[in-house]
């Protein structure tokens, strides 16, 4: 018996565990290989095998090289010389672009150099065409993975200084925070401080928001490039508005003409906002002196992604307020790569452009490779980006350029075989409260065309409050009368369907049926008509809740219907009984006599009633005044009524 309980037990745990599946475990990792000579080291990644992904473009990988003294490159295969005896600690981001695995993990690699040989020490290059101050990262978020952000800052003026560098992130326009700092590393004895901001000015220009929400329709200026400013209280201030975290550095003794960089490691969290359409921005503020108020503010942009596709299309249009968006502008951006073995002399971008765009309102923001729009009705012999607008679409075609292949050879640095084109619109005068897609063909000379995600808009909600006045007709009840006045609550300015809330307060009167008793007594020897008259008089204060589902034909005409449930908040009814006597046997004799008696009672919160209503308005259906019509079917009693209303919503 024991040895039969074992097998059992032995079988029953060999079921258990083939029933359950185990995690998979198996990471990726890329390996950090070199070659040394002295001082003189040469990079090589070495990569586990791309997955492509059907009908994608070939995949690749690019690289973010970070070498252990400051320096950086982003080539593949990159050359290094260390001026100085040391070890060093370098770092690789490997980056899948069309691959459908995780991103491949590296781990550092220690170098010592023991030996400074001849070679010529190349410094870090110049940043002076970017106004002092970069921003970049190694690839676009995509939730729970790493991603490396780089900031670059040089001492522009002729003297050695001292001064801050601040990178704030996390955007409060977002209910979760989309980035976790977990490390940062620097090379020139930057150490992070803290300081507590407070804001010192509303005085800010609101002239180019954001349009992702309404937080950040009220934010201050959009730092497109890098500007130098000189109110830093503002600057600090409107950052502080802006995003929930911080981090600042303090150095010394930057020389003239220095460049210094620093590395941080970013996580993104599994929270962070998973709409492909929505951008994120971090921001740094670069103070080179501690003893001015003179600084540079840069701008990072950031779309999410759920790969990492070169070609992609995004839009800053996601949750805009309606209200608020009529004189806007709704930036978009298509990115392209050329991923193949030569150059693109050519590269047309045909974009779906939806009908609530007025493209007459078209604006070049940005572009890359950077040329002059071309000349209109003349021969194209130079580079140029040529607009042709369509009915649907909008035709950026980049001519007469040269934009190097990801896989052409002696091609080392992968950002020079990327470009893109940002642009604006305005929306048309008329436009309806809806969301919109549109993609790219993205076509590289006479190759076939690559089709880029769904760039879409969309509105918040908002919320409509409505006032509501009327009159209530019972046709069952004598005497009636009863008269509301009450409030709805609704999306703003909805384009079809919509759901309506509202409250109704109605003060009521009405008669009951009277009943009539005529009966003959004797009184002093004579019969006399005695006639009793029993009547009920009722007074309410009514609340009504309806809830509604509506739709809007069109601009004018709105249809709906919904439950409603009644209560009677207070009530009030009076029974009257009168008795009339007559000195004949009938009522036209003279009246002897008259005696009335009356009974009042009070209730509060009784007589609940519930029921189906069906609604029809006409006027302004979507935002404004209308005159509506309603009529209520209750579910157990003989109560329907009519409801003739006017509304105006806000």
Request: glycine content about 4%.
């Amino acid at each position: 018996m024991k040895n039969s309980l074992i097998v059992l037990l032995f079988m029953l745990t060999s079921f258990t565990f083939s029933q359950t599946k185990l995690k998979d475990t198996v990471t990726r990792r890329a390996t950090i290989s070199y070659n040394q000579k002295a001082n003189f080291i040469i990079y090589k990644p070495e990569t586990p095998p791309l997955i492509p992904i059907a009908g994608a473009p070939k995949p690749s990988y690019s690289y973010l090289w970070e070498m252990g003294d400051g320096h950086y490159s982003k080539e593949a295969e990159p050359k290094h010389i260390y001026k100085n005896k040391g070890i060093y600690t370098a770092r690789l981001a490997v980056t899948n672009n069309y691959d459908n695995g995780k991103p491949p993990a590296t781990r550092p690699k220690k170098i010592a150099v023991n030996e400074i040989s001849n070679e010529v020490y190349t410094d870090i290059a110049s940043i002076e065409d970017q106004n002092g101050l970069v921003i970049q990262k190694n690839c676009d978020p995509i939730p729970d993975q790493n991603m490396e952000v780089i900031l670059s800052y040089q001492n522009l003026e002729n003297y050695a200084s001292d001064g801050k560098l601040y990178l704030f992130y996390n955007e409060k326009q977002f209910k979760n925070n989309n980035f976790e700092l977990i490390d940062f590393r620097t090379y020139a004895g930057e150490r992070e401080v803290k300081e507590n901001l407070v804001a010192l000015t509303n005085d800010l220009e609101n002239s180019d928001s954001y349009l992702a929400s309404e937080n950040a329709l009220a934010s201050a200026k959009k730092y497109k490039k890098t500007t130098t400013e000189e109110n830093l209280d503002a600057s600090l201030s409107e950052a502080n508005k802006t995003f929930k975290n911080k981090t600042i550095l303090e150095f010394d003794n930057a020389n003239p003409g220095e460049t210094r960089n620093v590395f941080l490691t970013f996580r993104t969290t599994p929270e962070m906002i998973k709409d492909t359409s929505a951008t994120v921005t971090m921001r740094s503020i670069y103070v080179p002196n501690r003893s001015y108020k003179n600084h540079k503010v840069k701008n990072l942009e950031m779309e999410i992604v759920t790969s990492h596709d070169p070609n992609k299309m995004g839009s800053n249009g996601s949750f805009m307020n309606y209200r608020l968006v009529r004189f806007k502008r709704v930036n978009f951006k298509t990115r392209f790569q050329n991923n193949g073995e030569g150059p693109a002399r050519m590269i047309r971008l045909e974009t779906d452009i939806p009908e609530m765009f007025d493209k007459k309102t078209l604006q070049i923001e940005d572009q890359y490779p950077k040329c002059p729009i071309c000349p209109k009705g003349q021969t194209i012999t130079s580079s140029c980006l040529d607009t042709i607008i369509k009915q649907n679409q909008i035709h950026f075609t980049f001519k007469n350029i040269y934009l190097s292949g990801s896989s052409q050879k002696n091609v080392k640095e992968i950002d020079s075989t990327k470009g893109f084109v940002k642009y604006s619109m305005k929306f048309n005068k008329d436009f309806h409260k809806t969301k919109t897609r549109s993609r790219t063909a993205i076509i590289f000379d006479k190759n076939e065309p690559i089709i880029t995600n769904y760039a879409t808009t969309r509105f918040s909600p908002g919320i409509s409050i409505g006032a509501k006045a009327g009159y209530n007709v019972y046709p069952n009840l004598e005497n009636t009368k009863s008269y509301f006045v009450g409030a709805t609550i609704s999306p703003f300015k909805s384009y079809r369907f919509y759901w309506q809330a509202e409250f109704v307060n109605s003060l009521n009167s009405y008669d009951t049926a009277k009943s009539v008793v005529e009966q003959f007594i004797q009184s002093t020897g004579k019969l006399q008509l005695q006639r009793t008259t029993n009547s009920t008089q009722n007074k309410n204060i009514n609340w009504e809740i309806p809830l509604l589902l509506r739709y809007n034909i069109n601009n004018y005409i709105g249809i709906g219907t919904g439950l409603q449930a009644n209560i009677n908040a207070t009530e009030k009814a009076t029974q009257s009984t009168t008795i009339d006597v007559f000195e004949g046997q009938n009522n036209t004799t003279p009246l002897l006599n008259s005696k009335t008696h009356s009974i009042t009672v009070d209730h509060s919160f009784t007589n609940i009633k519930t029921g189906v209503l069906f609604d029809l308005t006409i006027g302004a259906a979507r935002i404004g005044p209308s005159l509506g019509a309603r009529y209520v079917v209750n579910f157990k009693e003989n109560f329907n009524y009519m409801q003739l209303y006017g509304i105006w919503k806000f």
